[in-house]
């Protein structure tokens, strides 16, 4: 073998590699569902694609409710709009105040704050534990402004207590789907 063919012979492996991944994982994403896409219009908002681990539970009005299927059964996500806002809209107030909600809830615990990043601005989430008539339930709120209106988003997600890491995770994937319809 010359000392020029080496590279070309390189270069030949390394193109066939590539079209034979390109061609085998197009097979596996035909295989894959199409993720389903909801929208709300009284909310003004849809999801775009719906991640797997979640079912529609109610779209009426201005209720959209989704439960978590599967292996992450156990949790409800709520989305809501409020009404349209003449002034400024205070996403780091509101995730704040949910400190003293949180604790005076039956046997209420705050667990912390946190900001996030998404496609349609900064969003802050406010997570808590409590107890109810069944059981002690965690929540995860998050306030985010929506995609077109001058409207603030509030997401409340209850699960079982513990499941924190996880839970944010697959909110964090609905959260980035949601666009203005």
Sequence with gaps: MTRHSTPVLLVSV????IVWTSCSSGSDEAAAPALERIENPSLGIAIAALPTEFAV???????????????????ALLIEATEELDGGIN????????????????????????ELGTPTGPAFTARGAYMTDTGEVEELRVFALHPAT?????????????EGQSR???????????EAL
Excluded at 14 to 17: D, G, I, M, N, P
């Design 150 to 162: 001058n409207r603030m988003l509030r997401m409340t997600f209850r699960y079982p207590p513990g």
């Design 91 to 114: 996403l780091v107030a509101a995730a704040e105040a949910m400190k003293d909600w949180f604790e005076q809830q039956p046997q209420g615990q705050y667990f912390g704050n946190l």
């Design 57 to 75: 539970t109610s779209n009426q009005g201005s209720v959209l409710e989704l439960s978590t299927t599967g292996e992450a059964a156990g949790g």
């Design 14 to 17: 390394l193109l066939a590699a």
């Design 168 to 178: 944010m995770q697959q909110l964090a994937m609905v959260l980035g789907e949601i």
